[in-house]
């Protein structure tokens, strides 16, 4: 029988974790046409209000559902801003292993957001969860990506030569995609002994 993860939310000193829902389309869409964005994932351009509803109603759901992932939308605690995305994606409950990645709104970014979200999401999934293992992939020259990698107490494990596919602009304006390596992270839960503090967190199951 196939495992699924819970509908969650998980707070921080700073941030709400939780299920994205149709009201977050276009704070979504804008945040996923950003340069960055489109650089350094495979998200399709242009990203539209109709596909950001599309990807949260369908794609977001269809994942948890069939226990392969799970999406939560990462939120200012005061505002209730969506300050970016984390995504748990190839999920193995067999092994208790998943991919972990996150995305951040350019406006947010420099503020710890991402570590902290992610350093939760992990410390969630090692304690409520009982996974052994988290993988990060950070393309070759994504130095922000692998930066919050080891910031939350990642062992970069080795590259994956030509096995990522980036984005960069050509001279026209247009975007083209060129190829790259991957990086490894693992983190497993005695790594997050020696992971910066992400100012505790709580998880609330069966969320509304």
Same mark, same amino acid.
């Given at each position: 029988m196939t495992s699924t993860f819970p509908n969650? !939310?998980?707070s921080t000193e700073r941030l709400v974790l939780r299920p994205l829902d149709e009201d977050d389309v276009p704070a /979504? *869409? @804008?945040m996923m046409n950003d340069e960055q964005v489109v650089a350094w994932t495979d998200v399709p351009q242009p990203f539209t209000e @109709?596909? *950001?509803r599309t990807w949260i109603t369908g794609h977001a759901r269809t994942e948890r559902g069939s226990g392969r992932g799970l999406a939560l939308a990462v939120t200012e605690f /005061?505002? $209730?801003r969506l300050v970016g995305l984390i995504q748990l994606t190839a999920t193995d409950w067999h092994i208790r292993a998943t991919q972990l990645s996150y995305v951040v709104a350019p406006w947010a970014r420099g503020e710890g957001y991402a570590s902290e979200a992610a350093l939760a999401t992990a410390g969630w999934l090692f304690g409520d969860q009982k996974f052994e293992r988290v993988e990060l992939r950070t393309a070759a020259d994504n130095t922000a990506s692998q930066q919050? *990698? $080891?910031k939350i107490g990642?062992? !970069?494990e080795g590259v994956l030569r030509n096995a990522c596919i980036a984005r960069t602009r050509t001279p026209d304006g247009a975007w083209t995609e060129v190829r790259t @390596?991957?990086?490894v992270w693992s983190l497993l839960p005695e790594d997050l002994e020696g992971a910066a503090d992400p100012g505790g967190f709580t !998880?609330? !199951?069966d969320w509304n």
């Open positions: 969650i !939310s998980i /979504l *869409a @804008d @109709d596909g *950001a /005061l505002t $209730q919050v *990698a $080891q990642c062992i !970069s @390596d991957y990086i !998880s609330y !199951s």
